[in-house]
């Protein structure tokens, strides 16, 4: 039996009693989840819908709504994978003569590529030719996008801009690139099974850095951290790949993906606490700062101090969290992928060490990890990046 409630509709389930089964816009979040989904999917909520139809929203934690996208690219990278679990590599589809182009187009990325993430730029000259180069046309798309709110002309973006650069993303997947850097994206989206809600949901990151200068509490700011960077990890695994001899599901690949973007995207933002704060941003979770005793104030006095220090504490704490989580999916990659993803991990990782070296002076001390503990993590991550994936066990073997 089914019930329609206009936007809603409510399914009664033999066991499970009624349940909420469709929704439109934002409100289809509530159906999926990885923690609450039962309770999400219940009828208190409906209840709680329908009490208060004007408003017509339902808060549905930033968790559920990510896990969404997270969801939809792994089961659109399932159902593009053949039965070897291995991507076909669909041919250069360009004529001839813009094959030239094409290339030129790949090579300027990994220029880019080069010139501003060196490690990184080494790190994929260890995948295959047709993934490092998809690798390069991601970054570069990021790097542009990034570039807009936080490079020379940032002061003349607008919303619209943002607009206008989201409707040359939607025209670059059905074919049609703008120009040069696009054509490299655009041939990469074709080959590999790339989803495109990533790809808006950073430029969405973008708007937030126009218009949204605090965040109330943990949960905005990890919907900000995804758009802005557990994006880039959802982006990147479709070309880096899965081990064949993995056995972790693809959901939980994915689910570290996000989780070492938003653990890069968290210490990016304890790095550069005094530098944002001079651009009148603060991105700390404002209730966790008044739970500390400490405000906005505090952050532009720029004063260390025992509160200070132990907040600083919690919030180290937590991108560690994170960073544990992402180890758990790195070594399910592909070989060739593996080296580049620890590498960035481990370097990354280490600004939250240098934030505590400096006592916690993140206000005019801008943590930065030396030359020589940046040499020195390299061969740290070839060692883990040579440790297999726990091998599928054939069927003889399990029993
Ligand atoms: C192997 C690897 C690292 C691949 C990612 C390649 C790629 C496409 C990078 C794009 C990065 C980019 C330009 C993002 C734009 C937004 C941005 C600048 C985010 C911040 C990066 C740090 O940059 P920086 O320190 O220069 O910051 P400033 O601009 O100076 O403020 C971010 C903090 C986020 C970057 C996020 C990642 C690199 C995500 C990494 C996750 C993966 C590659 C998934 C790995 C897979 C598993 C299973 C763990
Ligand atoms: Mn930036």
Request: contains cysteine; neutral net charge; aromatic residues 10%.
């Amino acid at each position: 039996m089914s019930r329609d409630f206009g936007s809603i509709r409510v399914e009664k389930d033999k066991e499970k009693g009624w349940r909420l089964c469709s929704l439109s816009t934002d409100m289809k979040y509530a159906c999926v989840g990885r923690s609450g989904l039962e309770s999400a999917s219940n009828f208190p909520l409906i209840a709680n819908v329908l009490a208060n139809p004007a408003a017509g929203e339902v808060a549905v934690p930033s968790e559920q709504k990510v896990y969404d996208v997270v969801l939809k690219q792994a089961s659109l990278v399932k159902r593009k994978l053949g039965a070897t679990g291995e991507l076909d590599a669909k041919p250069d589809i360009a004529l001839p003569g813009n094959l030239s182009l094409l290339n030129e187009a790949y090579d300027r990325c990994g220029e880019i590529c080069a010139e501003y993430a060196k490690t990184f730029y080494l790190g994929t000259l260890l995948m295959t030719p047709e993934r490092r180069r998809a690798v390069w046309a991601i970054y570069v798309w990021c790097r542009r996008t990034d570039e807009l709110v936080d490079g020379p002309n940032a002061s003349q973006i607008t919303p619209t801009a943002l607009d206008r650069w989201e409707s040359r993303l939607e025209e670059l997947f059905q074919g049609r690139p703008f120009d040069m850097l696009d054509a490299a994206l655009a041939d990469t989206v074709a080959k590999f099974p790339v989803d495109i809600q990533p790809f808006k949901d950073m430029i969405e990151g973008m708007r937030l850095d126009l218009k949204k200068p605090r965040y109330k509490n943990f949960d905005e700011l990890y919907l900000y951290c995804y758009y802005v960077a557990g994006t880039v990890g959802i982006m990147s695994v479709p070309i880096m790949g899965i081990s064949p001899n993995s056995e972790a599901t693809t959901e939980s690949v994915y689910n570290a993906a996000l989780a070492l973007g938003i653990a890069n995207q968290l210490t990016n933002i304890l790095r550069d606490v005094g530098e944002d704060a001079s651009r009148g941003r603060v991105y700390l979770p404002q209730d966790e700062l008044a739970q500390a005793g400490l405000s906005d104030e505090d952050i532009f006095a720029g004063k260390v101090t025992d509160k200070w220090r132990n907040f600083m504490k919690s919030q180290i704490k937590r991108a560690r969290m994170f960073f544990d989580e992402a180890e758990k999916g790195v070594t399910e990659l592909n070989e060739a992928s593996r080296w580049p993803v620890w590498a960035s991990l481990l370097l990354y990782r280490q600004i939250l060490d240098e934030i505590e070296a400096n006592d916690y002076n993140n206000f005019t001390r801008r943590a930065y990890v030396s030359k020589a503990k940046k040499f020195l993590s390299l061969p740290a991550a070839y060692a883990r990046s040579i440790v297999p994936p726990s091998r599928k066990l054939s069927p003889v073997m399990k029993t």
